[in-house]
């Protein structure tokens, strides 16, 4: 019976110092993991911090256009087509790099404001300029502009991701002037993953991002003319505030649509603005 009592002892000595050894090692992953996490999270911030200060203090004139880009850009071959999007014809010009260009990799989606479309953005050579610059340049004209045909576009955020998804494009520099913003906005808001960079030219609809979003962490280079003194100057505030990796760089002597009074500066600046989004991939 004493023999029977001590190896029940022995049992339960040994079952015990097991459960503790299971609770000691499970005790030890668990802080590991909390460790791990902190870590995790903290090179998150550092990384975050990095960025910010690089977005808020690049510079942005930093290097000239190349010398030859005008004639670089007059060998672009624009090409006209169309896409079902939402049950909506849209019409868009594609260009890629030139012969003899190499590609970026990037891809550039260039939107409107009010009365204007894609047919703008040819004229003004950006379309031209960013495919000599070895871009892949894609200009929409959005529903009821242009050649795009009339319709309902329902959740805007839906048709720009759905747009994108069709062009096959993924995680393109977005250029969103006036108007468009009531696209643009509501998609940075939904999808803010989805994009390489931003580049909003006093848009509408920023009042949702003052209103419902949270910091948002996407690569923008805020910009407008100085002459508008109503949305341009209204707009950049929130964006500024709203998207902490942002920098505003105003066009001088430039009105709402400030492409048009500044061509050749706000070339340079998107040149540079894409040139430091690619480097920082690499």
């Known amino acids: 019976m004493a023999q029977v009592r001590t190896a029940t002892l022995l049992f339960l000595f040994a079952g015990t110092s097991t ?23 903290d090179e998150s911030r550092e990384e975050a911090l990095e960025n910010i200060d690089f977005w808020r203090n690049v510079e942005l004139e930093e290097s000239d256009l190349p010398s030859n880009i005008n004639e670089t850009a007059a060998q672009t071959q624009v090409e006209y087509r169309k896409i079902s999007v939402m049950e909506t014809d849209i019409f868009y010009r594609e260009a890629q790099p030139p012969e003899g260009v190499r590609s970026s990799g990037e891809a550039v989606v260039l939107l409107h404001g009010e009365g204007f479309s894609s047919k703008n953005w040819e004229e003004l ?4 300029a960013l495919a000599a610059m070895g871009h ?30 069709k ?32 580049v909003p030219i006093a848009p509408v609809s920023t009042e949702k991002l003052k209103a ?30 709203r998207i902490p990796t942002s920098q505003i760089v105003p066009l001088p002597d430039a009105n709402h649509a400030a492409y048009l009074d500044q061509p050749v500066l706000f070339h340079t600046l998107l040149y540079n603005f894409i040139q430091n989004i690619h480097a920082r991939k690499a």
């Open 19 to 41: 459960l503790i050894s299971v609770m000691i090692i499970t005790g030890s992953i668990q802080k590991l993991i909390q460790h791990t996490s902190r870590t995790v999270k």
């Open 125 to 128: 050579k950006t379309i031209g």
């Open 136 to 165: 892949r340049v894609l200009a929409v004209d959005l529903p009821g502009h242009g050649n795009s045909s009339q319709g309902d576009p329902g959740d805007k955020a839906d048709f720009l991701q759905e747009l994108l998804t």
């Open 167 to 198: 062009l096959e494009v993924t995680k393109p520099v977005l250029v969103s002037p006036s108007s468009s913003g009531s696209y643009s906005i509501p998609f940075v808001i939904k999808y803010p993953q989805a994009l390489g960079g931003f």
């Open 212 to 241: 419902n979003a949270p910091e948002l962490m996407i690569p923008t280079f805020i910009t407008y003319g100085e002459l508008d003194l109503d949305l341009g100057h209204r707009s950049r505030e929130v964006l500024f505030a």
